[in-house]
């Protein structure tokens, strides 16, 4: 079974992603070490899409990602937030790339 293509591209989904992924270093006061790694799975993401996005913006593979929060149909990109939506768009970012094959190291 072929995976179904949508007409929105890696830069759509980044572009949807990056007002959703304000995080702000108060709301982890005393919680460093989640800090850190939320901004591990960012930054891993940003440069994941920023390389793709220079080396050609290919079109997004429809499905549900990061369970079922990330959801991107033909036309459209939605994300179900969680406890913390600032960090883990990212998270869910990361899951797309990995499991489209899209992720580059």
Not at 10 to 28: F, M, T
Not at 87 to 104: G, H, M, P, Q, R
Request: hydrophobic content about 30%.
């Amino acid at each position: 079974m072929t995976k179904k293509i949508s007409k929105l591209t890696v830069g759509d989904l980044w572009d949807y992603a990056r007002p959703l992924a304000r995080i702000e270093y108060i709301n982890y006061a005393p919680h460093k070490d989640a800090w850190n790694s939320d901004k591990k799975a960012r930054n891993k993401a940003k440069i994941s899409a920023e390389n793709w996005l220079r080396s050609h913006n290919e079109k997004l593979t429809c499905g549900e990602y990061f369970g079922t929060r990330l959801i991107i149909t033909e036309d459209k990109i939605k994300y179900i937030t969680g406890q913390y939506s600032p960090t883990e768009i990212y998270w869910a970012l990361n899951d797309y790339f990995e499991k489209t094959n899209s992720f580059d190291e």
